[in-house]
């Protein structure tokens, strides 16, 4: 009974945990496209907290009027403002900044797109909160500053993580893993450029609540996993993970469609994202095997905890993602 009661309380800790993270996570994004000779159109997106928008603000040179735009409005994910400024000096070699970023968890993307097609793009950080916007911008920064984009919204994107981390418990064969991991990142990099070159269109709230599914799914196949016969998703496991792939692959889309992507660099960009969504996969395979094979030496006793389909490791692991994923299934349904 003991047992059971610290099992519950740790689920429960970590559904509050996963569910207190909201939005919080995701980057700000400003984009500034120039429209006239000294007008230029502003689009400013905040992160959500907490039902509110994060304590940040876009800081434009001292040039531009208006300098800040009307009160955001919240468009279901974030927080969004719209206006037009003047800026007679233009951004070439002027500062741009996010005030208040040094304060938060969240980076900043900043896109600036002038009359000639040449495109700014730069990632801000609690660390950098600032840049000097360079006079002629280079498919360098673009592919840098997507990439490390990527990166961070796989690692920082719990859902996905999850996923891949269930395809490690389940599947015992090393061949089969990397065949399931291998048709996972093909089927999501088919459906994340389709979808970004706006081929397929598909809501993003379905998409979320589809992606935790498959979670549940996968959380349900660990816990009946048995002894005598394989079920389909121990047998052909890149099967499974190549459907829950694609679905995977809209929601990488529907991030990116939020923050954007330029359009003289758009092949690039989407390489460099998708190049940094597999950079961040990997190293989360990586450190996951290396931290299990660190446990099994430390603690040679804990392998009985994990030796068998039904062993109580894999059991407890397979109630904590399925209660985790199914508390992010109804979040998601509710939010429709």
């Known amino acids: 009974m003991t047992l059971r009661a610290t099992l519950l309380a740790a689920l429960l800790t970590l559904v509050s945990w996963t569910g207190a993270l909201g939005h919080a996570l995701d980057p700000a994004f400003l984009s500034i496209r120039q429209t006239g000779e000294t007008s230029w159109e502003v689009f400013w997106r905040i992160p959500d907290v907490a039902g509110r928008p994060m304590a940040i603000g876009a800081t434009l040179p001292g040039g531009c009027a208006p300098a800040t735009g009307p009160e955001p409005r919240f468009d279901g994910a974030a927080w969004i403002t719209r206006w037009v400024t003047r800026c007679p000096e233009g951004f070439a070699g002027q500062e741009i900044g996010i005030e208040g970023l040094s304060a938060q ?5 900043v896109r600036i797109e002038a009359l ?73 990099s088919i459906t994340l450029g389709l979808a970004t070159l706006g081929h397929i269109t598909v809501p993003g709230p379905p998409v979320e609540t589809v992606i935790a599914l498959s979670i549940v799914f996968l959380a349900i196949e660990i816990l009946k ?112």
């Open 105 to 109: 968890r969240a980076d900043a993307l």
């Open 116 to 188: 000639d097609q040449s495109v700014a793009t730069t990632r801000l950080t609690p660390d950098s909160p600032s840049f000097a916007v360079p006079a002629t911008p280079s498919r360098w920064d673009v592919f840098t500053s997507y990439l490390l984009l990527g990166f961070e919204h796989i690692l920082e994107g719990l859902d996905h993580l999850l996923f891949v981390f269930a395809l490690l418990v389940l599947i015992r064969s090393f061949w089969r893993l990397v065949g399931a991991i291998t048709a996972f990142t093909v089927a999501h």
């Open 225 to 336: 996993s048995g002894p005598d016969a394989e079920r389909l998703s121990e047998r052909a496991p890149w099967v499974v993970a190549f459907l829950f792939g694609l679905l995977h692959g809209l929601g990488f889309a529907g991030a990116l469609s939020d923050i954007g992507l330029p359009r003289q660099d758009l092949a690039t960009a989407l390489l460099a994202f998708n190049l940094g969504v597999e950079a961040g996969q990997l190293a989360f395979v990586i450190a996951i095997a290396g931290l299990a094979a660190l446990l099994r030496r430390a603690l040679p006793a804990l392998r009985t905890l994990w030796a068998g389909p039904h062993a109580p490791g894999r059991v407890a692991i397979g109630y904590a993602v399925g209660s985790i994923a199914t508390f992010w299934t109804v979040e998601r349904i509710m939010g429709f």
